[in-house]
């Protein structure tokens, strides 16, 4: 918006007669709610995070159902580790909008960042909200099934367990269909192959997302390359295992 207000954006005009609309757009004005919301989303992503409290503030001060704002104040809430405040924000925003998918993906991510929090040691409560994630998932996937990040989440919760490799790898795979150019999907796709002994998957996979990504690739994706060749080397004649079935011979491409 920025650089088309200073000229800076590069414009092609298209002729009315030919453009094609199927349907006359309708235009109506933005209540001040849904452009604090808006703009809190913005600065949220930007890691602007005082900003974004601000603009979900403003925007709750005006319309406390806002769920864009109520999730978005959860979400501050949950990267600062106060989870106590963040979780009502998040069945606040469910109760007022049930059959919203996104409600329960972001729910889920909220049991799933807490398990992980690095001051958690209490293996059998993270444990269970491992297990709660992968409920809420289940949810927004019954919901839409259409949502990449549903079933790449729902994956990335078996990658930690034992017995959870295959599960990891047909969720995964499943998302990556939905969503093929997506890096951190191919990242945990590859980080599944890896932990099922699929050596050789792991590798192409990772190898084509560090040669592909802006400055080649993240640190992360990086040095989990280096480690994958540096065992290669180390046992060249290791043999890939191959999965006892696909997921939709299990029926697993669903959380």
Do not use: C
Not at 111 to 130: G, I, L, N, T
Not at 176 to 186: E, G, V, Y
Not at 187 to 193: G, H, I, R, T, V
Not at 204 to 232: K, P
Request: hydrophobic share 45%; no cysteine.
């Amino acid at each position: 918006i920025l650089k088309y207000l200073n000229g800076e954006a590069k414009i092609w005009p298209i002729p009315l007669p030919s453009a094609e609309v199927a349907a006359k757009p309708s235009v109506r004005a933005l209540a001040l709610d849904e452009i604090a919301a808006r703009l809190g989303i913005v600065a949220l992503v930007g890691g602007e995070l005082e900003i974004a409290q601000g603009a979900f503030d403003a925007a709750l001060a005006a319309n406390p159902t806002n769920t864009v704002a109520l999730v978005g104040a959860a979400d501050l809430h949950k990267f600062a580790g106060r989870w106590e405040q963040a979780e009502p924000l998040y069945l606040r925003a469910i109760e007022l909008e049930p059959d919203n998918p996104y409600h329960k993906l972001d729910y889920g991510e909220f049991f799933y960042d807490r398990a992980r929090a690095p001051h958690e040691r209490d293996m059998a409560q993270a444990q269970a909200w491992v297990v709660e994630a992968r409920r809420q998932f289940a949810r927004s996937y019954q919901l839409d099934d259409s949502i990449p990040e549903t079933l790449a989440m729902n994956g990335a919760t078996y990658l930690g367990d034992p017995d959870g490799a295959e599960r990891a790898i047909a969720s995964l795979e499943a998302a990556s269909d939905l969503a093929p150019s997506q890096p951190q999907i191919k990242f945990l796709l590859a980080q599944a192959y890896a932990h099922a002994e699929r050596k050789h998957d792991a590798l192409r996979l990772i190898r084509s997302l560090v040669a592909w990504s802006h400055a080649g690739g993240s640190d992360e994706a990086t040095a989990f390359l280096q480690a994958l060749e540096t065992d290669a080397q180390a046992s060249p004649d290791s043999e890939q295992k191959t999965p006892s079935a696909t997921p939709a011979e299990e029926g697993a491409s669903a959380p």
